[in-house]
């Protein structure tokens, strides 16, 4: 079945600054790749997506990309503020598939 | 509020005792999954369903039991309560095949003692 790394599983940054977390799934199959924000307290909450036969997407402040030859894609969130601060999951599916497959989180800080 | 609400938020049990998390949505979804989470373990997949009257297992069922009578439910049964059961549990649901992402309930904080 598929299994999702991701790293790092703790990042604090500045500011301002750029933040990248990165996955890499195992399943060739997999050709859907949904990243979450979950806050304390609360339920993950979808951000962005990407569709293996996209390469990269961006929206605002976010941006993911996607290798499929090396099966592998980030999360890239520029001009980081305060309210960043959350755990990021990123998640694979297969083609036709029932199960979301979960990394194990990122928690990220943002220093003001 | 559209969305997915489960009860209860919070639940203690002593080893041994039974119950029932409760999940439930209003978005017409499909797809309906219960997921645990567990420090440095992300969210791992506990049992799922594609429709009324389909369930599957994912991949940490044992000591769970699910069914899926309505669209809108999917309660989690535990049937004997054990401490490595201590966790948050989230139901999640979407639309079905497609490229969909979930929408997660608030989650239901348990501990057994």
């Known amino acids: 079945g598929e299994n999702v790394e991701q790293h790092p599983s703790t990042l604090s940054v500045q500011e301002g600054d750029s933040a990248v977390i990165k996955c890499t799934y195992s399943d060739s199959a997999s050709n859907y790749f949904p990243w979450y924000k979950q806050e304390l307290g609360k339920g993950p909450q979808l951000i962005i997506d990407i569709r293996s036969n996209v390469g990269e997407k961006k929206d605002q402040r976010i941006a993911v990309t996607l290798n499929k030859t090396a099966k592998h894609f980030s999360l890239h969130i520029t001009e980081t503020q305060p309210e960043d601060s959350a755990v990021y999951f990123c998640a694979a599916r297969e083609t036709g598939g029932f199960k979301t497959i979960f990394g194990a989180g990122t928690r990220l800080f943002v220093k003001a | 509020n559209a969305g997915v609400t489960q009860t209860p938020k919070f639940q203690v049990l002593k080893t041994g005792q039974s119950m029932t998390l409760q999940c439930a949505q209003d978005m017409n979804h499909e797809y309906m999954s219960w997921y645990r989470q567990d420090p440095g373990m992300g969210l791992r997949l506990i049992h799922y369903?594609?429709?009324?009257?389909?369930?599957d297992q994912g991949e940490v069922p044992n000591g769970y039991n699910v069914s899926r009578s309505t669209t809108e439910d999917f309660p989690l049964r535990l049937l004997s309560a054990a401490p490595s059961q201590t966790s948050v549990y989230f139901c999640?649901?979407?639309f079905g095949q497609g490229y969909y992402g979930y929408t997660f309930g608030s989650g239901t904080r348990l501990t057994v003692v």
């Open positions: 369903s594609v429709g009324a009257g389909i369930t």
């Open positions: 999640a649901s979407s």
